[in-house]
């Protein structure tokens, strides 16, 4: 299995998109062919073989089909079949950046998946996908400077408007100060905040600031490996009242207890590991 993850090279790029990734899964690498993608607000455009089949389940909902396509911020948990040997490159979009790019048109921003024409959306050809592939096998560095070049004409065409410069502020305070300040920090209603928020990012602000929490947590989790975890100490740690809070948290966003989740181990980070910076 090879993995990496690279920031855009370009600076303007860097403002819509927070990076690209690369993982390959080798036939008999990998225990647990079915690992889980928790909620995430970032969209991902999974780019892929053309006859590569993907399949995701969330919820009673399946989505299958081939080839390159956009993984949208999504609220739930999904399940994703792994089974066969694949190569899949990623470019993770900032939060709410994709309204600015306005790649898609009257599609569902929140827990879809839509197939991409690669060549279609990129005017090139088909076989750049399978070229863009190779190189992020032999030379993680030219392949960020291609998806760079194949990128780059978009930031031309961004919209700023008043709904993404407002939106591209509250990020900057959501980390850190509760939901309800917000507004009067923004020299807003809370009214408009959550309504351009909304219509910026696909999300509440509510369901960004537990998916960040959640991402927070589970790289934490993570990084303690698979030694025996001290549950109280995390539910401090990430301000949860008590244990059992924690553990209604859990089981609402990934549907495990904390103790299903020690003994399974079965997210994306688990499976694959934490993917740091060349």
């Not at 690279?6 to 790029?13: A, G, H």
């Not at 939901?179 to 009067?184: P, R, Y």
């Amino acid at each position: 299995m090879i993995i990496w993850k690279l920031e855009p090279k370009s600076e303007s790029l860097s403002h819509s998109i927070e990076c690209y990734w690369f993982l390959e899964k080798q036939q008999g690498g990998q225990a647990n062919s079915f690992p889980k993608l928790y909620p995430d607000p970032n969209a991902h455009m999974i780019v892929a073989s053309p006859h590569e089949a993907y399949h995701y389940e969330a919820a009673g909902h399946t989505f299958r089909g081939q080839g390159t396509h956009w993984l949208l911020p999504h609220s739930q948990t999904y399940k994703m079949d792994h089974t066969h040997t694949s190569a899949l490159l990623g470019i993770k979009f900032r939060v709410g950046a994709l309204y600015a790019l306005q790649p898609l048109q009257n599609q569902p921003m929140l827990d879809n998946i839509v197939d991409i024409n690669f060549a279609s959306l990129f005017q090139t050809s088909e076989q750049s996908e399978l070229e863009l592939l190779k190189s992020a096998q032999l030379n993680p560095e030219q392949c960020r400077d291609h998806l760079d070049e194949l990128l780059q004409p978009w930031t031309a065409l961004a919209k700023q408007d008043k709904h993404s410069a407002l939106i591209k502020r509250a990020l900057t305070l959501l980390p850190d100060h509760p939901i309800s300040e917000l507004g009067d920090r923004l020299s807003c209603t809370q009214r408009t905040l959550e309504r351009n928020f909304l219509r910026v990012t696909g999300l509440t602000l509510k369901q960004c600031q537990s998916m960040n929490k959640l991402e927070a947590l589970l790289e934490h989790l993570y990084q303690q490996g698979q030694g025996e975890i001290d549950w109280a100490d995390v539910a401090f740690e990430f301000g949860f009242s008590d244990q059992p809070h924690l553990i209604r948290y859990l089981k609402a966003a990934i549907g495990e207890t904390p103790g299903d989740y020690a003994r399974l181990r079965d997210l994306t980070i688990d499976v694959y590991g934490g993917i740091d910076p060349l």
